[in-house]
């Protein structure tokens, strides 16, 4: 029996405008998990998960991008296309919620397999697995969500660069808060390229969120919460005119900022899915996550952001 592990994500900063090339911020959200483990049993390749119970060949289309990632493993690997192994799926990452779900899994699941047939998996096999698991599971992936949940460290990214950790040194807390709607990353990401097609000017939202992503990466170095709060109160502005929010992201992103946040923002591909409020204390975080729930939040979560 073997066993492969993977956290959720949150983009502090930089969602969509990271798939043009602008830089992104993203922490390991630890709060969330997803385990996998790989045992031989049948003459099979079969999946349990809370969605799923059955053969893997049989899986409806909509476990694409899941498939893919086993699939690709065990060619990868060498091993036979359909293995007598049962592989189990535990998540705590709600699913298309913003929070990295299919990249995580796929993750413990390249992890998971490639501990079983004893291989070492390296960073470069794992990224390529799971980005191309990714592009499958939404379009265009700039590959921030296989990059933050296959690491322990909150990372800049930018496509097609080498990955930066970055030392958080902000004395502040994230609330998480989800809005109980499933994202819609796919479509999302879809409409924004459409959006750049028909209108160029929206490439000045783009342009905009690159350049507060880049002033967040300042404050973040030099623990100034409150002007980090102000670029998220910023960059929700421009991604709502890109057309990636919704009433229940705006709903909870206004609740936040009148209930005492020093900023807020929709987190990921957005229109449903989960949003994010900066507080600078955690009284201050515990008492944001009552008004999140007040509002119809249907889950919250705190991370310590400088931990
Ligand atoms: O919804 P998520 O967690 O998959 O985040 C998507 C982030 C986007 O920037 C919208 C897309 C991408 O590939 O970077």
Same mark, same amino acid.
Do not use: F
């Given at each position: 029996m073997s066993q492969g592990h993977a956290g959720g994500k949150i983009i502090l900063m930089g969602e969509h405008a990271v798939v043009y090339g602008y830089p992104a911020i993203a922490l390991p959200f630890s709060a969330v998990q997803v385990q996998v483990t790989v045992e031989e049993k049948g003459d099979s390749l079969s999946l349990s998960c809370a969605l799923y119970q059955g053969l893997v060949h049989e899986m409806p289309r909509v476990w694409e991008s899941l498939k893919h990632a086993i699939r690709l493993s065990l060619y990868r690997l060498g091993a036979?296309?359909? +293995?007598?192994l049962h592989i189990e799926i535990e998540s705590?990452? +709600? +699913?298309?919620? %913003?929070? %990295?779900s299919s990249a995580a899994v796929a993750v413990a699941i390249a992890r998971a397999l490639f501990a079983f047939y004893g291989k070492d998996l390296s960073d470069k096999e794992l990224w390529e697995i799971v980005q191309s698991a990714e592009a499958i599971a939404? %379009?265009?992936?700039?590959g921030v969500d296989a990059a933050t949940t296959s690491g322990q460290k909150p990372i800049w990214f930018v496509k097609g660069s080498e990955l930066e950790h970055l030392e958080l040194c902000l004395d502040a807390y994230l609330v998480v808060a989800d809005t109980g709607k499933m994202g819609q990353t796919l479509s999302a990401v879809e409409d924004v390229a459409d959006l750049l097609c028909t209108q160029p000017d929206a490439e000045a939202e783009l342009v905009a969120l690159g350049t507060l992503t880049q002033q967040a990466r300042l404050y973040l170095a030099t623990n100034q919460a409150d002007k980090l709060g102000q670029v998220m109160n910023q960059a929700h502005h421009h991604l709502q005119i890109l057309g990636v929010s919704d009433e229940a992201l705006d709903k909870l992103v206004e609740v936040a900022q009148e209930g005492g946040a020093l900023g807020a923002k929709l987190t990921g591909g957005g229109r449903g899915g989960c949003m994010i409020a900066l507080a600078d204390t955690r009284k201050k975080a515990d008492d944001l996550v009552m008004v999140l729930k007040e509002a119809g939040a249907s889950q919250t979560w705190i991370q310590q952001i400088g931990e």
């Open positions: 036979p296309t359909d +293995p007598g705590t990452i +709600p +699913p298309e919620r %913003g929070m %990295g939404h %379009g265009n992936p700039s």
